[in-house]
Structures are given as structure tokens and as C-alpha cells.
């Protein structure tokens, strides 16, 4: 039962444009949630993250927005740069449980 | 800061034979994970430790893994015997005490079983 669901393997932007990815979920417990991006060959790193209580978290170019009652949510990156291109990973908690992850989206920029 | 250390980067084993696997987290960190990360799919937990005491083992297959944080800091993760479904990447993460404190990866160990 995948409980967080990323259902683009890939997303291909063009340098400048924006970068919309996104996630979505089946638990309604989750209470916190995140991005994470990664590039090959090293370990994901932690991006931005979102509780429940918001709806809307902004960091420089990279904004997460949150609808619970659709259990949608979608990172936008604005901006785009080629140094962005990686798979970006949503993950999702509740309270002190483990982490769900989503399978990741592969997000290629053109210059 | 330095990050969360592991190593090996790289280990190839035949099946049936052992593996481990080391992870210094960050400093200060008192919450240590080991995560298993299968090509395709994202990372899938397999053991959380709060200081030296184990939180959440559900998803450890304890037949063949084991894993331990003794002194609350570093910690190994052992698999023993290795089967050819357990070649994936494994990751060992940390995090600050508290709610909702984000968790800090390391590069991970990519293990493939012949």
C-alpha cells in the first residue's frame, strides 16, 4: 500500500521556467511533510518541509503548497536552474513514526 | 558541520556470504536511521534508534538483519546471510531530537549480492 504517491517518473523544464512537482497522499494522519532532493551516487538532501497546520512554506526558490483536503501536495521551484536537476523525493510523517517516501521524480533543466 | 559519514561506499558479495555497513552520524544527533533504497523506489525504513535504544524495528527482516548503536553514537548495520534481493542501497540518516526535526542523509552503501 503506497501511502505517498509521486505519479511522474519525470518532469524536463527549460532553464528560467518554473518546476512544478508533485505528491500526493492516502494517510490523513500525516501531520509533516518534505522534500528531498538527490543527485546520483549521494544521499538525499534535506530541501523544505511543510506541517499541517500551513498551508503554504517559502524558501528563496522553492515554495511548498499544501491541501489537505485534497491530500495533494506540490513544490514548486522558481528559478528554474540546471543545477536543479535531480529526483525529488516527497516523504511524509506522523508525529514521532518513521518517514513514507515517494518513489521520486526525475527533474531534468534545460539550459 | 560535518555530515553523516558511512562506509564502505561500494560492496559486491556472493549471496549467502555476511555484510556490514558503519554510519557516524552528526554530532549532537541523537536519532539515528538506516534506510534500505531499492533502484526505483525511495527509501524504505529499516531501523530507528533514539540514542542507543531501538524506536522502530517493524520493517527489519531480524532473521537476517541485525543492527546496533552502542554508546548512542555510531552504529552498524549487519546482514547475514545476504540474499540477492537485498542488493540496494543503504542509507544511514540523523536527526535533532524533537518534533518534526528533518533527517540528514548520508551517501549511503550500495551493496550488490552475484
Known amino acids: 500500500d503506497q501511502q505517498v504517491k509521486q505519479n511522474s517518473p519525470s518532469l524536463s523544464v527549460q532553464e528560467g521556467r518554473i518546476s512544478i512537482l508533485n505528491c500526493d497522499y492516502t494517510?490523513?494522519?500525516?501531520?509533516?511533510f518534505l522534500w528531498y532532493k538527490k543527485y546520483p551516487a549521494e544521499g538525499p538532501t534535506f530541501l523544505i518541509s511543510?506541517?499541517?497546520?500551513?498551508d503554504k512554506n517559502e524558501d528563496g526558490r522553492f515554495t511548498v503548497f499544501l491541501n489537505k483536503s485534497a491530500k495533494h501536495l506540490s513544490l514548486h521551484i522558481v528559478p528554474s536552474q540546471p543545477g536543479d536537476s535531480a529526483v525529488y523525493f516527497c516523504?511524509?510523517?506522523?508525529?514521532?513514526?518513521?518517514?513514507?517516501f515517494g518513489k521520486g521524480t526525475l527533474l531534468t533543466v534545460n539550459p | 558541520e560535518a555530515g553523516v559519514a558511512q562506509s564502505p561506499r561500494y560492496k559486491i558479495i556472493e549471496k549467502r556470504q555476511s555484510v556490514a555497513f558503519w554510519c557516524n552520524p552528526i554530532?549532537?544527533?541523537?536519532?539515528l536511521y538506516w534506510y534500505q533504497q531499492i533502484l526505483g523506489q525511495g527509501p524504505k525504513l529499516l531501523i530507528q534508534?533514539?540514542?542507543?535504544?531501538?524506536?522502530?524495528d517493524s520493517q527489519l527482516p531480524k532473521d537476517r538483519f541485525s543492527a546496533e548503536r552502542l554508546k548512542g553514537v555510531d552504529s552498524t548495520l549487519k546482514i547475514q546471510p545476504a540474499k540477492l534481493e537485498d542488493s540496494a542501497v543503504y542509507l544511514c540518516?540523523?536527526?535533532?531530537?524533537?518534533?518534526?526535526?528533518?533527517?540528514?542523509f548520508g551517501d549511503g552503501t550500495r551493496l550488490s549480492i552475484l
Open positions: 554530532s549532537g544527533h541523537a536519532t
Open positions: 494517510n490523513s494522519m500525516f501531520d509533516y
Open positions: 534508534f533514539q540514542n542507543n535504544g531501538v524506536v522502530d
Open positions: 511543510i506541517s499541517s497546520i500551513k
Open positions: 516523504a511524509a510523517k506522523w508525529r514521532n513514526y518513521k518517514l513514507t
Open positions: 540518516a540523523s536527526s535533532l531530537n524533537g518534533v518534526n526535526q528533518p533527517q540528514h
